[in-house]
């Protein structure tokens, strides 16, 4: 059974750094290219980016590229979205997603609240 | 980039009747990249539809979808207490991927 395992809900201040894995078992971790996709309370889906996980390659939107960092540790089939400095307007919930025709895997989405 | 606008934005019907879903691409999309998903409140999405109208695993077959170029359809035939949801329709053709903003299909 292929699964995508996110971590819990993160709450973070303004200017903090964050890093929020995904978890890939039930596949060759480095057979698909996984995307990450943000939703903002009551909106629609987002594309942020991807990564081959075979070489680490990347493609971002030009919405998000320099404010995110998408990388992978292929020793524990993991795949990580990275902030260096979080802002309110990051607060969304995140979902991890891969697959081979479409995004037939998505991971549980992990919830990011950034507050003073 | 490519915007992808669903129509309508809202559709209410009941249990047992038919919903039909469009998505319209700025420009040209090729089938094979064209895909929908459902989306439950408080659920990940679900990939119900790939390659324009191919059904992904587990999806009843009440599901179809159908287009070319521009314009693309979901078709529900028989709406099911399950089937009311949020679906987007997206494209993987060129980047960056976008997705339509969603149509909700709620109980009338």
């Known amino acids: 059974e292929v699964q995508l395992v996110q971590s819990g809900a993160e709450v973070k201040k303004p200017g903090e750094s964050l890093r929020i894995p995904c978890k890939i078992s039930?596949?060759?971790?480095?057979?698909?290219?996984i995307s990450w996709m943000r939703q903002m309370p009551g909106e629609g889906l987002e594309w942020m980016g991807r990564?081959?996980?075979?070489?680490?390659?990347?493609d971002y939107s030009p919405s998000f590229q320099g404010h995110v960092t998408i990388s992978v540790d292929k020793s524990i089939s993991t795949a990580y979205l990275e902030w260096s400095s979080l802002t309110a307007s990051d607060t969304a919930m995140y979902y991890c997603a891969s697959g081979g025709r479409a995004w037939d895997y998505w991971g549980q989405g992990t919830l990011v609240t950034v507050s003073s | 980039e490519i915007v992808l606008t669903q129509s309508p934005g809202t559709l209410s019907l009941s249990p047992g009747e038919r919903a039909t879903l469009s998505c319209r691409a700025s420009?040209?999309?090729?089938?094979?990249?064209f895909s929908w998903y459902q989306q439950k409140a408080g659920q990940a999405p679900r990939l119900v539809i790939y390659?324009?109208?191919s059904r992904a695993t587990g999806v009843p077959d009440r599901f179809s979808g159908s287009g070319s170029g521009t314009d693309f359809i979901l078709t529900i035939s028989r709406l099911e207490p399950e089937d009311f949801a949020v679906y987007y329709c997206?494209?993987?053709?060129?980047?960056?991927?976008?997705f339509g903003q969603g149509t909700k299909v709620e109980i009338k």
């Open positions: 039930g596949y060759s971790f480095t057979t698909y290219w």
């Open positions: 997206q494209q993987f053709v060129s980047s960056p991927w976008t």
């Open positions: 420009q040209s999309v090729s089938a094979s990249y």
């Open positions: 990564i081959a996980p075979s070489d680490s390659s990347t």
């Open positions: 390659s324009t109208s």
